[in-house]
């Protein structure tokens, strides 16, 4: 097995009095899709935010390629390779797909007060980035952004990040506003960032598309690592109870089969099950 890209080790994040993250410990490898899973609150997002430099972790140490990194800003992580998508590409509606795809890196052309940004040069490099990624649809650099579908702003977004040389791809709930049809398109890309050695760190509520991608599972529960394991070591029913709060499940399941057998098979009504399961106290 490979070294790790990024290693994280009893990594903790507090404001003020309230702790946030505790003793978080990972390791992500070159070609692997690490899914960090976990309900509501649970921490992923102030994980994400540690990893992507917009916070400082309280304790705990981050390494980068075998050696200690420290980021002051989101410009540090990408600095040292880390790239982050966020729920709807980061992408600029009203920007066309070349300039978007270059924001802060514009090419340009021309000599010294003639000096202008490379728009052809831009839209090719954008067009063919997203073709690369299997988006065959797009052939027009200078189309909007606010045309595209959410899975080709995904692809557009994704493709930037591999050109400019992301070595760790933390894709925030990608999948999440997307049909099933764009879904599977934004699964295929991840494959294939997987396939260049791009370790992908896949944060998302969805237990079928983790399991359909990925290689190794970390759930989070209130900030903390409740289960860190490798593809085929738990089932989907293992890891859906885990992630919806494990003995709450099973103690809804019980109170829905005892009221099924008292009451010939029906299924009860909420307010029943509120009732049996909080009673009233007397006294």
């Known amino acids: 097995m490979s070294a790790p890209l990024l290693k994280l080790t009893n990594v903790c994040k507090s404001y003020g009095t309230t702790d946030v993250l505790t003793d978080i410990s990972l390791e992500v490898r070159p070609g692997e899709v690490l899914c960090l899973l976990g309900d509501n609150g649970a921490g992923k997002s102030t994980l994400i935010k ?6 400082e972790p309280t304790s705990g140490t981050l390494e980068i390629g075998g050696a200690p990194a420290s980021f002051k800003s ?3 992580a990408s600095a040292h390779g880390i790239a982050t998508v966020h729920q709807f590409g980061g992408t600029f509606p009203l920007m066309s797909i070349g300039r978007s795809f270059f924001v802060g890196a514009e090419p340009t052309k021309g000599w010294g007060p003639l000096k202008r940004f490379d728009r052809k040069y831009a839209g090719e490099v954008a067009v063919r980035e997203m073709r690369a990624l299997g988006i065959t649809r797009v052939t027009d650099g200078d189309r909007l952004v606010g045309g595209l ?8 977004a994704i493709g930037r990040a591999v050109y400019f040389g992301a070595n760790v791809l933390i894709l925030d709930e990608p999948t999440a506003a997307l049909g099933v049809k764009e879904a599977t398109h934004v ?6 960032a997987r396939q260049k050695g791009i370790a992908v760190i896949l944060v998302t509520h969805n237990v079928t598309h983790a399991m359909t991608v990925g290689d190794h ?8 690592l409740a289960a ?13 109870d885990l992630m919806a709060g494990g003995e709450a499940m099973a103690e809804l399941e019980a109170e829905i089969e005892t009221y099924q057998r008292e009451h010939a098979g029906h299924v009860p009504d909420p307010s029943e099950l509120e009732r ?6 007397t006294g």
């Not at 540690?50 to 916070?55: A, D, E, I, P």
């Not at 579908?149 to 557009?156: C, K, P, T």
């Not at 860190?228 to 859906?240: A, L, N, Q, V, W």
């Not at 049996?276 to 106290?281: C, D, M, S, V, Y």
Request: glycine share 10%; net charge positive.
């Open 50 to 55: 540690v990893l992507s430099g917009f916070h």
């Open 74 to 76: 989101p410009r540090d």
């Open 149 to 156: 579908s959410g899975g080709e702003r995904q692809a557009l």
């Open 187 to 192: 699964l295929r890309i991840i494959m294939q």
């Open 217 to 224: 599972f970390a759930v989070l529960i209130r900030g903390a």
């Open 228 to 240: 860190d394991f490798r593809k085929g070591e738990r089932t989907r029913e293992e890891i859906t």
């Open 276 to 281: 049996r399961t909080h009673p009233k106290q």
